[in-house]
């Protein structure tokens, strides 16, 4: 079973360990506000999407960005726009742009030599594999309790597929009892025919989203765009709660909704960590925030983690080796940044920061969304994993538009909804320039 | 329909431009030979597989790799073993190991820049992106023949996925004949239900191998432990000719295998050449050797090419976007090692070498064949991918633990086949290492 990326649990914080928060301040070589020049996307972004369009479909760029000038907090386009980014590369970049303990990372000549022979990391690791995944993903303050086997991967999507594949192995292995692969099974296998390849199933969650090779989008049930024309499975979908916000508010409701939608079963319990692990929502993974009796069997990771790959638990460990396998699996370089990322998390104590910064921005939105409750609801979420909904698809477009002409870089999400998700390094400072702003942009909108 | 990753035209190889091949001499900072000092793997290998199979399924993993030590041809191990590498980590590193214009290219504070911070190409790319593509991908002597279009991805087996979704895509746009998608198929899609999910397939060779994700994995028909217990599609399998060697003695033979094998259809045409590009066959692609009337409508890439992809026709680009879409869509890292893998083959006029080298290695090894046949047989290859098989699987180990123990890496394959994958600076000079030791170990067979 996989959950949808969404956290819906208890709202309450950890308490802070120090109250050393960020001053309300620009971070070191950060603009005091974000500027556009140009309508965006610009004149120069135009051209070179007009070029590039004969080489690619061009119709997700928004813009070009200038990597050399963004800095921290601020993405700077190439026609000299600078962005407050609260969306940060689809929540995949952690700690901003150009972070000093990321160029520190690259700038070293022994990571150098890690990253310029990376290697199958399935047969041949580097000497010094094991203990980096040791000090990163296998800190006892990282690995989510109870699971401390893991396997790497490229990227998300490849985590899901890796992953559902050991939860297939480890079910058929638990109805086997113990006896070998049959000589059919065996000949079966290769041409795609059971009882080789059994017709087992995956239940996802209605509305959800894994990723995009075969069998993520098998378990992706949100816009028709993503799946339309492709061929998929018919594998089991579940219902997904559909909360009411504030949930302090709704509590009676939203129990009844939980009721609705939960199901103890027997089978493996898989938890996509993707977009919400690497401490977005203040703590290393969302599901800290579950409370679960037992831990999940198996959690993926990516994004913020730089790192992608799952956690398991002992029992999910393939007897053979070649099952659940890749060339790369992975690539030094994404331990090399995560460490960077933890170090950072650590030293600035940004779980905290998150929490507090967090909390903030959903007060704020909270007050705004009182204010403007024609144009917007709904407000959500946990740490910087947050959302709003607007009154509907076109009101979001032009939200979305007037925040862009000003600055603004947010997400787009479902229908109607814009999400946020800044890195971890965004302060109340940063907050409070972005309710400035979209308080203008809702005023706007109010008045038109 | 996907094409088995293995050349198998006529066998002939283009005029070398020049005469200046490599001096029979060790590379710069390589050792003069192979050497080894304990049993394979080490004692100090064995204690850190012991140690990391507790957090990982290390069934596969043959030692770890000391990659700061590593050199050219050269991997060294932990243990301070020090193999001549005919593998070449799966076939991936171009260049062999610390190159010096891989870690010039790292070493670049510029470039440095570009990896900190890794964008979502799709929505954000940077501002030397297309450039960068235009410089290295699309360079008129790299691209394929009548492909202009790209998309890039992380790995080999995303490679795949977008491209069979693309190639769905396209069938379906032409079946629609230019109507807009139907209410029916955009409620349907996000369910996995036709019509918005269509019952179409794709058709693969038998014994093909194109990855482990779930769209991949149901193309490849291998091993049956890559697939056992992981449920699949019903989709067609081909028949892929069985060619006997040498093809220049066999010719009336194979011309019957491929009219067997052999059936024109009018559906698109995928050729996988992420193990074959690069370089590995002395040309840029296999299939330039193929002498195709109209170019295949898509191409995919990775291992040597350092960046993972695929060309494509532009007709197969999507109307609209976020159809075919990831979040990463590559890494801009990727792209700057694949110049610098570029500009070496370039300047070192890399692919005649590997022609000339590769066809020396293919006639020793003919040679040696005739001399211990009842050991191996069926020499084949291109340039430098080459295989043999052994008399059976359990000679096949025999044989590789010979070679591991006297320093050469090489790779397993299929049943009773040993690969060669050397990467493109492997030299005269190393071949005659190799062909000493392999006679050594073949000797060692035939008195046993």
Redesign the interface.
């Known amino acids: 079973m996989l959950c949808k990326s969404i956290v819906y649990s208890v709202q309450k914080s950890p308490k802070p360990r120090q109250l050393h928060h960020m001053p309300k301040a620009p971070l070191p070589g950060e603009p005091a506000k974000p500027y556009t020049l140009t309508e965006i996307p610009g004149p120069r972004s135009e051209a ?1 999407l007009n ?2 369009s ?15 000038r ?1 800095v921290g907090n601020y ?1 700077a386009d ?1 026609d000299g726009n600078v962005f407050l980014d609260m969306f940060m ?2 929540s ?2 952690a700690l901003g ?3 000093r303990s ?2 520190g990372a ?2 070293c ?2 990571n ?9 990391i ?6 010094e ?2 203990c980096k ?1 040791q000090d990163t993903l ?1 800190q006892p303050c990282v690995a989510p309790k109870g699971l ?4 790497t991967a ?5 985590s899901i ?2 992953a ?2 050991m939860a ?2 480890k ?3 638990r109805h086997r009892r113990g006896k070998d ?1 049959t000589e059919e ?3 079966s ?5 059971p009882p ?6 995956i239940l996802s969650f209605e509305g959800g989203f894994h990723g ?5 989008l ?1 378990l992706t ?15 089991p ?1 579940a219902p997904y709660p559909h909360y009411l916000y504030p949930l302090d508010q709704h509590e009676k409701e939203n129990k009844e909704e939980d009721a609705r939608c939960l199901e103890q079963r027997s089978i493996p319990f898989i938890l996509d960590e993707i977009q919400t692990g690497g401490g977005a929502t203040g703590r290393i993974w969302a599901h800290e925030y579950f409370e679960l009796n037992i831990p999940p069997d198996i959690v993926t990771f ?2 913020k983690m730089q790192a992608s790959g799952f956690y398991h638990s ?1 029992e999910y ?2 007897k ?9 699996m992975g690539d030094p ?1 994404q331990i090399l940044l995560l460490e960077a990322v933890l170090q950072t998390i650590e030293a600035e104590d940004l779980l905290t920061h998150v929490c507090y910064v967090g909390n903030y921005l959903l007060c704020q939105l909270n007050a705004l969304q009182h204010e403007f409750s024609d144009i917007i609801s709904s407000v959500r979420g946990r740490g910087f994993i947050i959302a709003f909904d607007t009154r509907c698809r076109d009101m979001k477009k032009k939200l979305m538009h007037l925040l862009r002409n000003k600055g603004i870089q947010v997400g787009d999400c479902g229908t109607k909804s814009i999400r946020l998700r800044p890195c971890l390094i965004f302060g109340e400072y940063h907050a409070d320039i972005f309710l400035e702003i979209l308080r203008d942009c809702l005023q706007e909108l109010a008045e038109y």
Chains 1, 2 share one sequence.
Request: charged share 15%; glycine share 8%; aromatic share 16%.
């Open positions: 070179l070029e590039f004969k080489i690619q479909q061009v119709g997700s760029i928004q813009y070009f960005g200038d990597y050399q963004s993405l190439i590369q689809l995949t970049l742009y150009n972070h990321i160029l690259l700038s000549g022994g150098q030599r890690v990253i310029a022979n990376r290697p199958a399935g047969l041949f690791p580097g000497l594999w094991p995944i296998l401390p086997c893991i396997f490229m990227c998300g999507a490849c597929e890796h559902i594949q297939f192995i079910y058929a292995e692969f099974e065996k000949e296998a290769p041409f795609n025919k080789g390849c059994p017709e087992l199933s995009r090779t075969f069998g993520a098998a049930h949100y816009k028709y765009i993503m799946k339309i024309d492709i061929p998929s499975l018919q594998w979908i990516s994004y002992p460990m393939p053979q080796p070649y099952r659940v396998f890749n060339a790369w370089i």
